[in-house]
């Protein structure tokens, strides 16, 4: 592996290790990741697909969520309407309905396609309400947070070239001006 792949995997851990800390993520949770290879790379999203990329990229998050205990959720690209790609054992946990397609580079996207081949079962479905939430390079997962999602600031802003924000999510706050907030 080259020092930057192995700078990129680095980054990608430390980025996923520091946010499902600080976001207090609990074992079981969806954690959902949109990755744009092509932005990693420096170039435009969806201008340059990159397996190898995803990989390393995919590496560093999965072994983070796996320390965590928590499903990792791998967003595809626009093409495949932003499907995802997770355990089948995480769709039936939390009641998901299983769809037919399969990731491929150009068609969900290099990061959703690793992950389909690096999970045990995996399936694809339309949508999830996930706790926690990773965004390399601006792929849009807010439809897949629960409500209310709030920002997590994390030291690595950016993973390779890309630009990477993070949400959480709480409980909300209901009740007016009377209620009373634990």
Excluded: W
Aim: aromatic share 8%; with cysteine.
């Amino acid at each position: 592996m080259t020092e930057e792949m192995t700078r990129i995997a680095e980054e990608a851990y430390l980025a996923a290790k520091e946010l499902l800390d600080k976001a207090a993520a609990k074992e079981g949770q969806l954690f959902v990741v949109g990755c744009s290879t092509s932005e990693v790379a420096g170039a435009g999203i969806g201008t340059f697909s990159s397996p190898e990329l995803a990989e390393v990229v995919f590496g560093g998050i999965y072994q983070a969520a796996q320390e965590a205990g928590v499903y990792l959720v791998a967003q595809c690209c626009e093409h495949l309407n932003r499907a995802l790609i997770l355990e089948e054992e995480a769709a039936e946990r939390y009641g998901y309905d299983v769809v037919n397609v399969v990731p491929q580079p150009k068609a969900g996207g290099s990061f959703a396609t690793t992950a389909y081949k690096a999970f045990e079962n995996p399936v694809a479905v339309e949508h999830v309400k996930a706790h926690v939430g990773m965004d390399i390079g601006d792929t849009l997962i807010g439809m897949h947070m629960k409500d209310v999602a709030v920002p997590v600031r994390i030291r690595i802003g950016e993973i390779g070239d890309a630009h990477v924000v993070c949400a959480r999510v709480r409980p909300k706050f209901i009740g007016g001006s009377r209620a009373i907030y634990s």
